[in-house]
Nanobody, 125 residues
Framework: QVQLVESGGGLVQPGGSLRLSCTAS????????IGWFRQAPGKEREGVSC????????FYADSVKGRFAISRDNAKNTVYLQMDSLKPEDPAVYYC??????????????????WGQGTQVTVSS
């Protein structure tokens, strides 16, 4: 079973930056829409950003717009989430997932699968 692997999480001070990576073995991410999601304790998982195959469409949740940037490096079979100006409300476990037909919209998402185990992001002074 294909599974994506997230990395790059950690502890950062408010206003700091982290870059998350999403990769997979046995699967070419270039051919899929890849989404980033997060789940904080006691909250439902929410869609943060996604990028389609071909990189012609990108979605950002309003809560991260202007601070986060999604990109992919096909040579490295990796999708990144650059997170700048991190805020106290950003801590969560961040996940990536793939889809051929799904997308993230404001307040919902559909069609994603092959979830990774996540990477923890902590924002604290």
């Amino acid at each position: 079973q294909v599974q994506l692997v997230e990395s790059g999480g950690g502890l950062v001070q408010p206003g700091g930056s982290l870059r998350l990576s999403c990769t997979a073995s046995g699967l070419t991410l270039e051919y899929y829409t890849i989404g980033w999601f997060r789940q904080a304790p006691g909250k439902e998982r929410e869609g943060v950003s996604c990028i389609n195959s071909g990189d012609t469409s990108i979605f950002y949740a309003d809560s991260v717009k202007g601070r986060f940037a999604i990109s992919r490096d096909n040579a490295k079979n990796t999708v990144y989430l650059q997170m700048d100006s991190l805020k106290p409300e950003d801590p969560a476990v961040y996940y990536c997932a793939k889809t051929s037909t799904g997308w993230i919209t404001s307040g919902s998402y559909y069609g994603f699968g092959s979830w990774g185990q996540g990477t923890q992001v902590t924002v604290s002074s």
